[in-house]
DNA sequence: CTATCATATTTGTGATCACAAATTAATAAT
DNA sequence: ATTATTAATTTGTGATCACAAATATGATAG
């Protein structure tokens, strides 16, 4: 698998492990890694033109944040999704998301505001040209674009743990039912934002993750 | 310091790293390492008689956990703990961990009520004792006791990373408080069990939370 | 006694090596 | 052609080494 051209170049600045996890992560949340791949250590080194060590750290840690699985004996691979885990995966977002918002809503200034409009815009536009990998991008970046504006180190490094998780089950849904069903709840965020009203940004959130969540799960049990 | 003896002896089906991961997991839970404590790699490597690679890869997995802080340039140190901190960690424990008891409560039987009972007798008497230790040892077993009846692989991981990061703090309010001001609602939350009331267990679990993290925060600010 | 600078030590990081265990390929037997 | 058995390869794990950067130490000057 040819990784090193969908992946950002290394920051020297940047320890190798932080280069080879950053670029794992950023695969997996824009779907470029689908359910049931898999890899090895020493595989993942030669694509990245480093030694087994910094993969391993990498790897490691993403194992141990469940996006990835080390079984099937001796192969990292893509979680394969179940019914409980989503239904925990769910149930986690729906709490801590929306709440997270909350939090970040007073820090969202007009430069950002903008910024998720424009997100929103090319959002919609992914969806009605069908394309998936566009479509999971600009989602991403919606999402997080309002949770970053707030400072919530232990809410923030949670959530995108589950995101990590649940983010390879788009290709899947994509396959299926394609882009054109997809609802969001972004417009009520936004005007929600425009207001600075807590509560009716909490709502929105609600209603985007619950949304997206029902739609995933339907392709789950196809 | 010494380590070993304050840890279990290495089960040699499990790997080092894991070993030390477990071990390191116990001192933290245990109230064993306070707030500001720090390491090197080769310094716990030479504690537990290993070479640097296993702990390297444990304490890198808790250092990714928030639990550990690889910072103040070089040393590995329990991580500090602010107010923003604080009610993140709280806001995420409320939300999570009273539906995870909800969901675990259909899986407790007998024997484990039994168990539950038990160890909130032995919580008592560390109470009347003023001993911390065994506080903070059987308050863990006590929750835990619940959340893993069920099987919980997403959020069961989840709310023990929360755990590894506020149990550092437990040893500051004893020094201050002591036990004798210590309130639970561990004896509702039993009553909820053997009725095999879900709503009653979740707004048990919640009051006990929010008691407990009410306490831990009135240290945190003296 | 204090502050400054050069030296020595210790640190995390990444690469490489050794090894047992597991997987895969190749061979033989039916 | 299919299965059983053996050989070859590949795997994760842990130990060791090299090295630059950061820390600690000690000497020197005021």
């Known amino acids: 698998m040819d990784i090193l051209s969908k992946v950002e170049p290394r920051d020297l600045k940047l320890n190798a492990n932080e280069w080879v996890y950053n670029s794992l992560c950023q695969l997996i949340l824009s779907g470029e890694f689908v359910p049931g791949i898999s890899f090895t250590f020493r595989g993942i080194a030669n694509s990245f033109g480093v030694s087994t060590m910094p993969v391993r750290e990498a790897a490691n840690r993403l194992i141990s944040e469940g996006a990835l699985d080390m079984s099937e004996k001796r192969r990292i691979t893509v979680s394969q999704m179940t019914q409980s885990k989503f239904d925990e995966l769910k149930v986690a977002r729906l709490n801590?998301?929306?709440?997270?918002?909350?939090?970040?809503?007073?820090?969202?200034?007009?430069?950002?505001?903008?910024?998720?409009?424009?997100?929103?815009?090319n959002l919609d536009y992914a969806i009605s040209t069908g394309n998936v990998v566009d479509y999971i991008k600009y989602n991403y970046q919606f999402h997080f674009g309002i949770?970053?504006?707030?400072?919530?180190?232990?809410?923030?490094?949670?959530?995108?743990?589950?995101?990590?998780?649940?983010?390879?089950?788009?290709?899947?849904?994509?396959?299926?039912?394609?882009?054109q069903t997809m609802k969001d709840f972004h417009k009520s965020a936004i005007d929600a934002i425009k207001d600075k009203d807590s509560v009716a940004l909490i709502n929105a959130?609600?209603?985007?993750?619950?949304?997206?969540?029902?739609?995933?799960?339907?392709?789950?049990?196809?």
Chains 1, 2 share one sequence.
Do not use: C, Q
Request: charged share 20%; aromatic share 6%.
């Open 96 to 121: 801590l998301e929306p709440h997270l918002a909350g939090l970040a809503l007073n820090h969202i200034n007009s430069k950002r505001l903008n910024l998720l409009i424009n997100i929103d815009k």
């Open 147 to 179: 949770y970053e504006a707030g400072s919530s180190p232990v809410l923030l490094p949670l959530v995108r743990t589950l995101w990590l998780r649940f983010s390879p089950f788009y290709r899947i849904v994509a396959g299926r039912a394609g882009t």
């Open 205 to 222: 959130m609600h209603s985007d993750i619950l949304e997206g969540m029902e739609m995933l799960n339907e392709s789950l049990n196809e």
